[in-house]
């Protein structure tokens, strides 16, 4: 049906570049033009820098730091130490995760790579060597990298937390069991699965070790904090994945009032869960600007970076599954041993220390399960963030991933088929999971049975057969393996009820303010590292109010303009801010209506919405498009309407979502060398409603590059004196597009029924999912030979450790 | 601190004079003093490439250049590739290809990317790989710069041809 | 990543360069294409209070082929290297080599001189030239000499080379026969796990002569004679490989980092030695 203009519905729907479509982004102009704004691109007039010297030692005590000679040096203004912030009560400053931190060395150090001092100075390279001219006297005390070997330990490591009666106070989960424990953290029913698991037909049993990796983003962290003493406001740019939340911390732990702190996120070059934290060079830069007047800048290095600045994983699991003889899947027990460093700094909601590992049933109908998660104090570097995932939920992903192939290995079936028979079935959606999660929507089955026919499954295992055959008759000396992954997220943190960082919910938000001439800006309390919100939110308004997604801007990231929110990380901006957006949408929407109405003369009613306009119902041929409506709310008086078009929206979300999805990677091993090709990656993704293809694709792609890193290398490695022995990127393994596949990407959509435009979220599905997919493949090249599990990274030597002892190499 | 020299260099087609000590990084002459913020620091061990310019015909990593080393080069930015009013074809095609997504690696990747296909004007897939295999990417799992890349190539080579 | 200050000296003839180095002794370094020192030098393991940049220094570029024996001077890069046809038709091991070094913005920085007068025992070129048995012309305050590549390797980063000289040109024969530059590493940029160059000159059937280096398996490259002699008059079989191998495990001693432990390393080694002779005698 064509319009008076001559233009038909759906070129209406088209041009407004909604929902759905492939909208270019709106941001690449710049990046492509090399005119992003990063933190590092930032100016100030009489800025200075800041840089730290940082600790050669993994524990040590401090004797003494001797400043002279920096402070002696030409350009250098000031040098901070623990001394200098302990009057303001800002040596130490509290973690995400309840326990505190020092933000310089106060007496000791717990890591390698601690912050001791911090020097700042004129330019970057006098800072550099007055850090060279600081004389620290350590003395050294025994380091303890395991945590197993922590938990017997007689050193302390924290004596902070120790009464002075030698009695352990309760930490922020409750008590602890030993001077180097930080909590225990139980869900499901202990007794129960025992039970189940003691009598039952199957039991498999593993224990296996997530490693300890980082997300290592391009761009490092940094900051410019810039105090202005006349107008006593503080201005901070940095590299924050939060702004609200990082202006509240700032705010609580500097005593300036939260009205005169103005956080600003730039552009960000990649996150991944690296830039959710607090970390002492902020706190440093904040103190440092207060004290000098002026703009002070810091931003880390490579090294600090993967050295100091959070990791990831770090997780060593023991999981028991059990089954009828059928392969139901009947109970499954979880311990997790969880190595968090030198203080629990993890990224996770306030009532879940272990995040959301409860995820651990994964996307199996398992009636009865228990999850024990143990955290632990070591000589490492404190984070324990969630990289490219919800709150631990690549490693829940991985252990339950893991857990049904030891499974299909116990019972000599099809892993593929185990999956199948276990599946949570559509028609039992919401479900409640025996770990208390209620996943909101999910097609399982419809999914795995595409995946499967999109690779020809039964064509690889007949493949995969005949390698067998040829390798155990010397005609090769590859071997192939054929590795699946179904995996359910659990993102979109979350509920207000049960979710919470420091106090404050993890609801987000967004308001629009629509313009007369019908175009639009809208702000967020996310921000996009990458991620593309200022053409994915656009699109989403687009759909929602009827104005071009082109005309309408999208801003982020400074706390002065967005209303609150709580960030980008855990994939939660569509399933949270992306909800806020339509429903903020949606009273702008409901507000036009009566406007629409009364430029029509009609009832509120007797309008409807479509595209792009208002239309009385009966007579489309009567309407008022978004534009004219916007203009009439500008310059009209309407009875009982005040003027203007604006909404807010602060979204609580009543559950989280749950995406899931299906990959399938081929890969060959050369036995000999442990090199690995990766032949094929089919990845079929259900993130619900999807708002932009190219980019969901582009997202895929991305994850699924970041968990082939993990699983085949990327790790956060010490020797035994707590050295970092991977701070560079020669040994950090981040591939390059030589080491990386082409991927095959597909999709079913099963949209959430709690959200309003039925979103997911995506980002880091194939991260999650990924992992277990890559490392199950090369579990599964071996399993011909009696392997059950092999521990990543599986790297060059692992795998030929792996293949020796087989007895692959003759 | 060392003396410091004077260093001429042309950036983008334009003349630069300046004192600086001969330790400065390269990289950081480009960002700090001449205010062109397009290359970015990533490692700082010449493994990441999101410094890359184009120094006297080469791609190089700024990050491992002394200013004192470029004393009288000529450099390239991704600055100098394209403007507003005319992108270079590698930056239209990452927009239209959805080549790149935080944008840091970006400046690095396109203006390596120019130099690749000054040599070779119609690489395969590997060889595009293999030739980009000095710029790290965290975001895109490099598929769809790839893709990029060919296409600009393709574009190239149709332009050059109607040309003729 | 910073690094502490230096005097810049940037001289147009190696005199200027050798009164430098005589002046500050081992306070003073020459840079090539400063990609392994200036890492250093930012991670503040190299301390180089006088630093010579050789870029503006006559006579050391160039590639040629003449009478039988190609010469390189110090200066050219790995990515001159790659494009010199002459070079690919007289020596193709050298391209091959080249092509597996670092990533193509290093290789357009990374010159043969540096390669192989820095001592790293990771770099490639080293064993190359052992393989090559490359001769390495140094300059220093008494005139040239010359010294073997085979003699030039004491220990990590120690070499012939004293304090005062600079190397300004490797030369070699034109190499006979089948070749072979076969490298495993972790991904690009990486240094090799461990690598092998490998020349085999076939006669009527036999191994008539077989030159045989492997790098980054001990403090210096490896150059095994007793593996090549291990492959002379035999017709390269699995065995006669396998005695090869056997013998250059003899003369190997590498050292566990992040790329694996010792065993694995030798494991690595005699795989890829056995790659690389199957495929040198393949192209003999």
Redesign the interface.
């Known amino acids: 049906m064509k319009d008076d203009a001559g233009v038909t519905r759906e070129q209406r729907v088209e041009a407004l570049g909604g929902m759905g479509c492939k909208r270019?982004?709106v941001?690449?102009?710049?990046?492509?033009?090399?005119?992003?704004n990063?933190v590092?691109?930032i100016?100030m007039p009489g800025m200075l820098f800041g840089d730290f010297v940082r600790s050669p030692y993994a524990h040590a005590r401090i004797k003494s730091i001797d400043t002279s000679a920096a402070l002696a040096l030409?350009g250098v203004v000031a040098v901070l130490t623990a001394d200098d912030l302990r009057p303001l009560g800002l040596h130490w400053m509290p973690t995400l995760a309840g326990d505190k931190q020092m933000v310089l060395a106060d007496g000791k150090v717990l890591f390698q790579g601690q912050e001791v001092a911090y020097v700042v100075a004129k330019?970057?390279?006098?800072a550099?060597?007055a850090v060279?001219l600081i004389d620290v006297d350590y003395e050294e005390l025994p380091v303890i990298v395991d945590p197993f070997e922590s938990m017997k330990s007689d050193t302390v490591l924290r004596e902070d937390l120790v009464a002075e009666d030698g009695s352990l106070p309760d930490g922020a989960h409750g008590p602890r069991k030993h001077h180097n424990h930080i909590f225990t953290w139980e869900v499901g029913e202990k007794e129960a699965t025992s039970q189940v698991i003691d009598s039952a037909q199957v039991v498999a049993e593993e224990t296996m070790y997530y490693h300890r990796t980082h997300p290592?983003?391009?761009?490092t962290c940094g900051c410019v904090a810039s105090m202005d003493k006349v107008n006593g406001k503080l201005t901070l740019y940095g590299t924050f994945q939060a702004p609200h939340a990082i202006r509240t911390v700032v705010s609580l732990i500097s005593g300036i009032e939260e009205h005169n702190i103005r956080v600003i996120s730039p552009?960000?070059?990649?996150g991944?869960g690296n830039k959710v934290g607090a970390y002492p060079g902020y706190v440093c830069s904040v103190v440092a600007s207060i004290v000098t007047g002026v703009p002070v800048k810091w931003?880390e290095?490579?090294?600090e970076n993967l050295m100091t600045t959070a990791f990831a994983r770090d997780y060593w699991m023991k999981g028991k599954i059990s089954a009828t003889p059928e392969g139901k899947i009947t109970g499954l027990w979880c311990e997790v041993t969880a190595d968090h460093g030198g203080f629990d700094a993890c990224a996770d909601p306030t009532k879940f220390p272990a995040g959301f590992m409860n995820i651990c049933t994964g996307s199996y109908d398992i009636p009865t399960a228990y999850l024990a998660v143990d955290g632990v104090y070591t000589n490492k570097a404190p984070g324990g963030v969630s990289y490219r995932c919800s709150f631990r939920v690549t490693e829940a992903v991985y252990f339950i991933e893991r857990m049904i192939e030891v499974l299909a290995i116990e019972m000599n079936m099809d892993a593929a088929e185990l999956r199948r028979i276990n599946f949570i079935k559509k028609e039992q959606f919401p479900y409640q999971s025996a770990l208390g999660w209620e996943y909101d929507s999910g097609d399982y089955h419809t999914a795995w049975d595409k995946a499967l026919k999109a690779v020809d499954y039964e064509g690889l295992r007949t493949e995969q057969a005949q390698r067998v055959e040829d390798f155990k008759t010397g005609k090769t000396r590859k071997l192939m393996g054929v590795g699946l992954s179904f995996f359910t997220e659990i993102v979109g943190a979350g509920p207000v009820k049960n979710c919470d960082i420091l106090g404050l919910g993890m609801f987000d938000s967004c308001e629009i303010r629509i313009h007369p001439t019908g175009s639009a800006i809208a702000r967020l309390g996310t921000i996009s590292?990458?991620?593309?919100h200022a053409t994915t939110f656009a699109q989403i308004l687009a759909s929602e109010i009827g104005l071009p997604a082109d005309s309408i801007t999208i801003e982020e990231g400074d706390t002065d303009t967005a209303p609150y929110g709580l960030g980008t990380y855990g994939s939660r901006s569509t399933p949270v801010a992306g909800a806020a957006t339509a429903m903020a949408g949606r009273k702008i929407r409901a507000k036009a209506q009566m406007i629409a109405a009364y430029l029509l003369e009609v009832h509120d009613d007797d309008v409807e919405f479509d595209v792009d306009r208002f239309v009385v119902k009966g007579a489309p041929e009567k309407f008022k498009t978004m534009k004219e409506i916007a203009f009439a709310a500008y310059n009209q008086a309407i009875p009982g309407i005040e003027p203007g078009l604006e909404a807010v929206s602060y979204y609580d979300p009543p559950n989280m979502t749950y995406p899931f999805g299906a990959y399938i990677c081929v890969m060959d091993i050369d036995v000999?060398?442990?090199?690995v090709d990766i032949r094929r990656f089919y990845a079929l993704d259900d993130c619900g409603t999807r708002i932009n293809p190219?980019?969901i694709?582009?997202?895929v792609?991305?994850?699924?590059?970041?968990a082939l890193a993990v699983a085949l290398?990327q790790e956060i490695?010490y020797d035994d004196m707590g050295n970092v022995?991977?701070g560079?990127?020669?040994?950090f393994?981040?591939?390059?597009?030589?080491?990386?596949p082409?991927?095959e990407t597909d999709h079913t959509v099963t949209p959430s029924p709690h959200h309003p435009i039925g979103a997911k979220g995506v980002g880091e599905s194939p991260h999650v999912g990924g992992v277990p997919c890559f490392s199950n493949a090369v579990n599964d090249a071996f399993r011909a030979f009696g392997l059950r599990h092999t521990h990543m990274p599986h790297?060059?030597?692992r795998i030929?450790?792996t293949a020796?002892k087989l007895g692959l190499?003759g | 601190?060392s003396k410091k020299m004077h260093i001429q260099l042309t950036v983008n087609g334009e003349a630069q004079e300046f004192l600086a000590?001969p330790?400065?990084l390269l990289i950081?002459t480009l960002?700090?003093r001449l205010?062109?913020?397009?290359?970015?620091?990533?490692?700082?061990?010449s493994?990441?490439g999101?410094c890359t310019v184009t120094l006297n015909g080469k791609s190089v990593k700024s990050c491992t250049v002394f200013v004192a080393q470029a004393d009288g080069a000529e450099i390239t930015?991704?600055?100098g590739l394209?403007?507003?009013d005319k992108?270079h074809v590698l930056?239209e095609a990452?927009?239209?290809h959805?080549g790149?997504?935080?944008?840091?690696?970006?400046?690095g990747m396109?203006t390596r990317a120019s130099k690749l296909l000054e040599e070779n004007p119609s690489p395969t897939e590997e060889e595009?790989?293999?030739g980009?295999?000095?710029?790290?990417?965290?975001?895109?799992?490099?598929?769809?710069?790839?893709k990029s890349i060919l296409a600009a190539a393709a574009e190239m080579s149709a332009s050059k041809e109607a040309a003729e | 990543?910073?690094p502490?200050?230096f005097e810049y000296y940037r001289p147009k003839d190696m005199e200027g360069v050798l009164a430098v180095l005589t002046e500050h002794g081992d306070d003073a370094r020459v840079l090539a294409g400063g990609h392994s020192l200036i890492p250093m030098m930012k991670?503040?393991m190299a301390e180089v209070p006088h630093l010579i940049d050789l870029q503006d220094v006559a006579g050391l570029g160039g590639i040629s082929v003449s009478d039988g024996t190609v010469r390189l001077g110090a200066m050219v890069t790995q990515s001159d290297i790659i494009a010199d046809a002459v070079l690919a038709d007289a020596a193709p091991i050298m391209r091959e080599a080249s092509l597996q070094i670092a990533?193509p913005q290093v290789r357009y920085m990374g010159t043969v001189g540096g390669n192989v007068a820095n001592g790293d025992p990771g770099n490639d070129m080293p064993g190359l030239m052992q393989c090559l048995d490359a001769t390495f012309t140094l300059i220093g305050p008494d005139g040239e000499r010359e010294v073997a590549a085979r003699d030039f390797y004491e220990s990590a980063y120690m070499t012939a080379r004293e304090d005062d000289e600079v190397l300004t040109a490797v030369s070699f024969k034109v190499p006979e026969g089948g070749y072979a530059y076969q490298k495993?590493k972790?991904?690009?940029?990486?240094?090799a796990?461990a690598a092998a160059a490998v020349q085999i000159v076939k006669e009527g059937g036999t191994c008539a002569r077989a030159s045989i280096a492997m790098t980054n398996l001990s403090d210096t490259p490896v150059y095994s004679e007793a593996a090549g002699a291990a492959l002379v008059g035999t017709s390269v079989t699995d065995s006669d490989i396998d005695a090869a191998v056997q013998a250059m495990l003899g003369d190997i001693d590498p050292a566990e980092d992040?790329?694996?432990?010792v065993e694995?390393k030798r494991?690595?080694a005699a795989?890829?030695l056995r790659r690389a002779i199957a495929r040198a005698w393949s192209r003999a």
């Open positions: 270019k982004r941001e690449d102009a710049r990046f492509t033009q090399g005119k992003g990063y590092d691109d100016k030409d330019d970057r390279y006098i550099a060597d060279e290592c983003p391009l761009e552009d960000i070059g990649g991944f931003v290095d490579r090294m590292q990458g991620q593309g000999d060398t442990g090199e190219m980019i694709e582009g997202q792609h991305g994850g699924l590059t970041e290398g490695a022995k991977t560079t990127l020669m040994d393994f981040l591939p390059t597009a030589w080491e990386v082409n991927y790297d060059h030597w030929w450790k020796n190499h | 601190m000590e330790r400065e950081h960002r700090e205010n062109i913020t397009g290359p970015h620091i990533g490692c700082e061990t493994h990441c999101a930015t991704i600055e394209g403007n507003p992108l930056q990452f927009k239209e959805h790149l997504q935080c944008g840091f690696c970006t400046p396109i595009v790989r293999f980009m295999a000095g710029n790290i990417c965290r975001c895109t799992g490099y598929q769809n710069i790839v | 990543m910073i502490a200050a991670l503040r990533d495993q972790r991904k690009i940029g990486d240094y796990t992040n790329r694996g432990p694995f494991h690595a795989v890829i």
